[in-house]
């Protein structure tokens, strides 16, 4: 496996991770979906510069395939938020990104080659990796409720769902295929908030949160793209799937977080699992 993609797909992990952080940051003041339509709509400009310096050309299935992810994406999105609104981050978190990372890992054994012994070993370590990392303080928070665990199950099927779409679009089509995902959400989040009734607006407070998550989801999106169109998807989603790492890492440094020893532990095996993938 060549290093270059998963270099590309670590730093997309970041930046979901990170992104992930602020969205939640902005989610504590306004309603989610309001925020995931206002960030988005504030990374349109972003994505247009992406456009203009990737060279690519859109080819119809590409921009089909960026289409259906990104509606993929705003509903995981969504769901996302609103389960971690409970306050079951423990369960939440690691039940979503263990999803998300397993979609992608089995549509990449059905539609590519085999990417080898210890690249598909490292893959399965970034999922033990990614369950480790999300456990955060609060595990004994006592009985869950089915309605928390399906919500969390959605958004990261979803979000695997994402993941393989957009894993389909060739290296050929440039930035097109990511501008497609943030046109088909917008549109998607204004249908959502209509029909529920949300103004899709937040106060200035929350304006800078949500624009960092807009526009560090649709890097994140661009630097995935990049990855998935030159790596194997099973190999590529499962490291862009450890974002978990980066947000526990901002909760503890600007939240004042502790660092559990498994959560410790679960960084280590995320530096093993990008070891073994690149193999």
């Known amino acids: 496996m060549l290093m270059f993609p998963i270099l590309l797909a670590a730093v ?151 993941f393989a779409l957009l894993g389909q679009a060739d290296e050929d089509a440039g930035m097109w295929p990511v501008l497609a995902v943030r046109a088909s959400s917008i549109a998607f989040g204004l249908a959502v908030a209509a029909r529920i009734g949300v103004r899709p607006r937040v106060e200035r407070r929350v304006l800078g949160w949500a624009a960092a998550a807009g526009l560090l989801d649709s890097a994140a999106n661009a630097f995935y793209l990049a990855a998935a169109s030159r790596g194997h998807l099973s190999i590529v989603a499962a490291v862009a799937s450890l974002y978990p790492a980066s947000t526990v890492l901002l909760a503890l440094a600007v939240d004042r977080e502790r660092l559990r020893p498994v959560q410790l532990a679960g960084l280590g095996f995320a530096a093993g699992a990008l070891v073994l993938a690149s193999v």
């Not at 299935?61 to 769901?79: Q, R, Y």
């Not at 990372?101 to 690249?119: C, Q, R, S, W």
């Open 12 to 162: 997309s992990a970041v930046a979901f991770g990170t992104a992930d952080f602020s969205g939640g940051k902005a989610s504590r003041r306004a309603n989610p979906v309001a925020v995931t339509v206002v960030s988005q709509l504030l990374s349109v400009p972003l994505l247009l510069v992406l456009v203009l310096l990737v060279p690519g050309r859109p080819h119809p299935l590409d921009l089909a395939w960026g289409l259906f992810a990104g509606v993929a994406g705003a509903g995981g999105v969504m769901l996302l938020y609103r389960a971690l609104a409970t306050g079951m981050m423990a369960v939440v978190a690691p039940v979503t990104a263990i999803t998300a990372a397993v979609v992608p890992i089995l549509a990449g054994l059905v539609t590519a080659h085999y990417p080898g012994t210890v690249a598909l070993g490292g893959a399965g370590l970034a999922v033990v990796a990614i369950a480790l990392v999300s456990l955060g303080e609060g595990g004994g928070t006592g009985r869950v409720s089915r309605r928390v665990v399906g919500m969390a199950l959605g958004a990261g099927l979803l979000f695997g769902v994402f």
